[in-house]
């Protein structure tokens, strides 16, 4: 099996790992993107080469890079992604292959995630998967036997960008309704701050000290697991819509597994639950009878996964079978 | 190129071809689905019969059938298609492969007219080409890289079954608001139903001679070329949902093609400006703008170069590559 340096980043956090089909060692580091290009990939560099140290591999045959979207995959650059200020036209794919003499291979973060789910994870074994990235936003993957669905220019599988309701929020895209301006953690989070001037009773007040500002989905969780009616009728909303959306995927896509990750379903069966009945009750029934809704296997890590198998498969040539 | 007999069963009428990668000629029949099964059949053979007769094939390679679903692709049969009362469980495919000595190769009608239209029509060299048929119902189908993406249960790309509204009109997939419900020929015509009650004055009662029950999509869509604006809001109204549904297919499956066929898209621009505008103003701007939205090139015939197509791709042995 080839020897495989993987590559995770996200705003957040970012890993280096050793992958040959298994994921050997990784390790983590806080991204810190207000230090810039330079001094987030030298911190990255250095974290690939220790992870190449511990497993003993002192050369490469490829490297699998997941990296926010906007992207191009041919020219293995990073264009400008929103949550990455000053990352403009970045060769992050070219400056790998120099430091660690292997041909990169870049996607997308909510593709790699797809794949490592669907090829190691959660979808193990299924025709198709699709996965969703509910977090800040909501981002998806299509995997078909195996392969990435790009789409013709590269975009496919917007899920949160199906309109569900045309008098909705509006979106960060510009339009209204859309999945990701009703259940997305951003969304969760104004909902709840909406609801919150209105309910000087609410245990989410104490739970952010009387800063309505700080309110976050994590927080509206917290406090609806201590059965807070309003931040679990926030969850039950975000719930239905969601599981709308699901039920749209499973009719246009006809997956045998949708896998549900991000930080958002942290939150378990209180946004859970809700999805899946909706889901099950509104998608056609004969394509609800064969699909299950799952939470994703490997929890932030399936990134890592989709980005070792990215680069399997573009050292076998297949990344543009789809 | 191999010889194939091409097959289109519709509802209302069915097709015989002769097809070596152009359509060399072809017959057509009234289906009479109520004649049975049996007699729809004999007279379909007879119809091949003297297409081959016409192109002097005495021996054919393989066949290939367009029909309407639900159907068992592995098995060859129709399996009770709601417009086709008694076809339950039609061994269609073993019953021509026994008259024509050729191996059948079958899909549903959407699949195979999207596929017709994908390689040889409209959307002739593009990668990701998805098909919408606006017709009584809704259907759809997506091609890539010029093959049908069939889903994990064969189901897949039920265009006509996204959820547009939750609390749109009900659907007959037991739903509500779903883009069939609201732009279909059905939904058109029950729309101007409603409508016409109150408006004693509006030319479509004259086409329609007073029988409101006698209002269909293609007289609605007369009354509005005349101007009547009834008729002409009706079609607006579709034009918007059909616009919204194609926004989010662009979304999902960033195709560089879409493509619009059924007879309701005989209305023409009645339709299609509207739906075009919403689609290209609520799709996101960077899948907007690779995409094409255009009628199908073969009007009623995309299914016959479809059933072909499936034979050329089953005789190569590439039909389960997605």
């Known amino acids: 099996m080839p020897r495989i340096l993987a590559i995770d980043i996200g705003g957040t956090r970012m890993r280096a790992g050793a992958f040959d089909g298994e994921l050997l060692t990784q390790e983590v580091l806080a991204t810190?993107?207000?230090?810039?290009?330079?001094?987030?990939?030298?911190?990255?560099?250095?974290?690939?080469?220790?992870?190449?140290?511990?497993?003993?591999?002192?050369?490469?045959?490829?490297?699998?890079?997941?990296?926010?979207?906007?992207?191009?995959?041919?020219?293995?650059?990073?264009?400008?992604?929103?949550?990455?200020?000053?990352?403009?036209?970045?060769?992050?794919?070219?400056?790998?292959?120099?430091?660690?003499?292997?041909?990169a291979f870049i996607d997308n973060d909510a593709n790699a995630a797809a794949l490592g789910e669907a090829v190691y994870g959660a979808g193990k074994g299924a025709s198709v998967v699709t996965y969703f990235t509910v977090s800040t936003g909501i981002g998806g993957g299509c995997v078909i036997k195996g392969h990435i669905f790009h789409g013709a220019g590269d975009n496919a599988a917007e899920f949160g960008h199906q309109k569900l309701d045309p008098f909705g929020p509006p979106c960060g895209c510009g339009g209204r309704g859309c999945l990701e301006?009703?259940?997305?953690?951003?969304?969760?989070?104004?909902?709840?701050?909406?609801?919150?001037?209105?309910?000087?009773?609410?245990?989410?007040?104490?739970?952010?000290?009387?800063?309505?500002?700080?309110?976050?989905?994590?927080?509206?969780?917290?406090?609806?697991?201590?059965?807070?009616?309003?931040?679990?009728?926030?969850f039950q909303e975000a719930g239905f819509?969601?599981?709308?959306?699901?039920?749209?995927?499973?009719?246009?896509?006809?997956?045998?597994?949708?896998?549900?990750?991000?930080?958002?379903?942290?939150?378990?069966?209180?946004?859970?639950?809700?999805?899946?009945?909706?889901?099950?009750?509104k998608a056609i029934p004969q394509l609800a009878s064969i699909v299950e809704i799952t939470p994703a296997q490997f929890g932030e890590l399936p990134g890592l996964y989709g980005a070792g198998e990215v680069a399997l498969q573009g050292l076998r040539g297949e990344l543009d079978i789809l």
């Open 181 to 234: 301006a009703l259940a997305s953690g951003t969304a969760i989070a104004k909902k709840a701050k909406e609801l919150l001037i209105h309910n000087p009773q609410s245990l989410l007040w104490q739970i952010v000290r009387g800063d309505i500002e700080k309110v976050s989905a994590k927080y509206v969780a917290q406090a609806a697991s201590q059965g807070d009616a309003l931040s679990l009728r926030v």
């Open 32 to 103: 810190e993107v207000e230090r810039g290009p330079e001094d987030v990939i030298k911190r990255l560099i250095q974290a690939s080469q220790e992870v190449l140290r511990k497993v003993g591999w002192e050369k490469i045959d490829g490297i699998g890079m997941a990296v926010p979207g906007p992207l191009d995959r041919v020219k293995k650059t990073i264009n400008s992604p929103p949550n990455m200020p000053g990352w403009d036209n970045i060769p992050i794919g070219e400056i790998f292959e120099e430091e660690f003499s292997a041909p």
């Open 241 to 281: 819509w969601l599981g709308l959306g699901i039920a749209n995927i499973i009719n246009l896509f006809n997956p045998k597994v949708v896998i549900l990750g991000g930080g958002v379903i942290n939150a378990g069966e209180l946004i859970l639950k809700p999805a899946r009945e909706i889901a099950f009750q």
